[in-house]
């Protein structure tokens, strides 16, 4: 079975801090697929990222950041100087060969003035 | 272009009721799939579809039916509504299961009293 933990159930920041949100997942397939996904307040699910596991290459896109990690099987997101905007819930999943997709519990980031 | 859309938005059921939740995708998709999301745990898998006819069960499927009978719909059926069943309903799709990322619909809000 494979299984997605994000430990930090809330983070709370002021504007323009960096914070990182943590995700460790388990499985026992060696091709799977790891995803973020962002559900701001209105409620609808938007996709961030997609990662296979042959590629362990960090990947920016502006403001946001991802670190991958095989050996302690985490998938690391980072919000560089963050914005009020960004306030929403995180979630971390994780597809393997079986084609289902597993999300963690997620994280609410709540960032202020 | 619509993606994918769901019927109702907010449905308020008594207990025993019978209902369709609907979902439609434009996008010519294989995969769909239906989540549950609840306070503190994230969205849970509940049945998906790899193409029309092929359905199978996710994580917590009891009280739940669907069928696929063309690429384009996969309906939600609750049998018999419970209060237990109170939850946010989100659609999915997908071009290659597990491989892509999915693409969520806006989500059904339903109570059961």
């Known amino acids: ?113 | 272009n619509a993606g994918v859309t769901q019927t109702p938005k907010f449905q308020v059921l008594k207990t025993g009721q019978s209902m369709t939740l609907q979902c439609a995708q434009d996008m010519n998709h294989e995969y769909m799939s239906w989540y549950r999301q609840d306070p503190g745990m994230g969205l849970r898998l509940i049945h998906y579809s790899v193409g029309a006819g092929i359905t199978d069960q996710g994580e917590v499927p009891n009280g739940y039916n669907v069928s696929r009978s063309t690429t384009e719909d996969f309906p939600l059926r609750l049998l018999s509504a419970a209060p237990s069943q109170t939850s946010v309903y989100f659609c999915a799709s997908s071009p290659l299961p597990g491989r892509y990322e999915q693409y969520f619909g806006p989500g059904t809000r339903l109570t059961v009293t």
Request: charged share 20%; hydrophobic share 35%.
């Open chain 1, 1 to 113: 079975a494979q299984k997605v933990t994000q430990a930090q159930t809330e983070i709370s920041v002021v504007e323009k801090e960096d914070v990182t949100l943590d995700c460790v997942y388990e499985t026992r397939d060696t091709t799977y697929y790891l995803f973020w996904y962002k559900q701001p307040p209105s409620g609808e699910l938007v996709f961030l990222i997609r990662r296979n596991s042959f590629d362990e290459q960090n990947e920016i896109s502006g403001r946001y950041s991802w670190n991958f990690q095989k050996s302690t099987s985490s998938f690391n997101f980072t919000i560089t100087a963050s914005q009020v905007v960004d306030s929403a819930v995180y979630f971390c999943a994780l597809s393997g060969t079986a084609s289902k997709l597993t999300f963690g519990t997620g994280t609410r980031l709540q960032v202020t003035l």
